[in-house]
């Protein structure tokens, strides 16, 4: 069942286009190979030749990515040096990049449920407090879980 429309939201024939925040995330973290280097720096990954190596990707395109996202805000750049090394930078999740996790776990457990893999290939989260899987819920601010059919999309406060 679709979300409940109000205002001039429910009439409109013009797309929303770049002024929707769905568009503008997906301008961001829109590529598999962004949301591929979001998930191994939750995974722990930071150096870049790590990073390039989980993700699968060439140094080339890897490059551009961490720079969008570190441009985006979503990672940042941390000086680190190993004994004996030269100082070098690694990539580490921003508040905006934690922010992300909701959406991470929502992409693990809807691959898991809606696209075949041999099951091994299945990562599941848990609570390391209790053990218990770890689901994205869609839930308001005073705590109940919130089915599609009651959702309520309004307008922004200056176009109502």
Not at 67 to 84: D, H, M, T
Not at 124 to 139: D, K
Request: hydrophobic share 40%; charged share 25%.
């Amino acid at each position: 069942m679709p979300f409940q429309l109000e205002g001039h939201l429910a009439t409109r024939e013009a797309p929303l286009g770049d002024h929707c925040p769905i568009s503008r995330s997906l301008d961001v973290v829109g590529t598999r190979t962004a949301m591929l280097l979001v998930r191994e720096a939750f995974y722990g990954a930071s150096r870049f030749d790590d990073l390039v190596q989980r993700v699968g990707v060439t140094e080339a395109v890897a490059a551009q990515r961490l720079r969008q996202l570190v441009e985006a805000g979503v990672l940042a750049k941390e000086a680190y040096r190993e004994p004996g090394q030269r100082t070098r930078q690694r990539y580490v999740l921003t508040e905006a990049g934690h922010d992300l996790l909701p959406i991470v776990v929502a992409f693990l457990d809807w691959g898991n449920r809606h696209t075949p893999a041999p099951t091994a290939a299945r990562p599941e989260l848990s609570h390391a407090g209790c053990g218990e899987s770890v689901r994205a819920v869609v839930r308001c601010a005073g705590g109940h879980d919130v089915p599609e059919e009651d959702v309520v999309v309004r307008a922004p406060r200056r176009a109502r």
